[in-house]
């Protein structure tokens, strides 16, 4: 069983900082990319960033220069430092990994965790 633990979420004015953290647990052999996903009300769930186990990331375009992804394997551990938060950046944020185990290779999600920019 693998489970994916995140915290960090809250209410933030625009402008301001939020750092998101998830942390896996488990039967977990290894983790491979590991993500950071949104889903805002009447909208789909989008790819925020990810990071690749070597270290290569990926961020959507309005991510670009304001969010910062990282992860610290020993921890297997991943963040989502956000900065310069608008109010478009109001979603649940869910945690994604890929995760290899004894059995399988697959994605775990983590419960979300909610993100409001509001004044």
């Not at 290569?56 to 921890?75: Q, V």
């Not at 608008?86 to 995760?99: H, L």
């Amino acid at each position: 069983q693998v489970q994916l633990v995140e915290s960090g979420g809250g209410l933030v004015q625009p402008g301001g900082s939020l750092r998101l953290s998830c942390a896996a647990s488990g039967s977990i052999v290894s983790i491979n990319t590991m993500a950071w996903y949104r889903q805002a009300p009447g909208k789909e769930r989008e790819l925020v960033a990810e990071i690749t186990s070597g270290g290569t990331t990926y961020y959507l375009d309005s991510a670009k220069g304001r969010f910062t992804i990282s992860r610290d394997n020993a921890k297997r551990a991943v963040y989502l430092q956000m900065n310069s938060l608008k109010p478009e950046d109001t979603a649940v944020y869910y945690c994604n990994a890929d995760v290899t185990t004894y059995f399988h290779t697959r994605a775990y999600w983590g419960q979300g965790t909610q993100v409001t920019v509001s004044s």
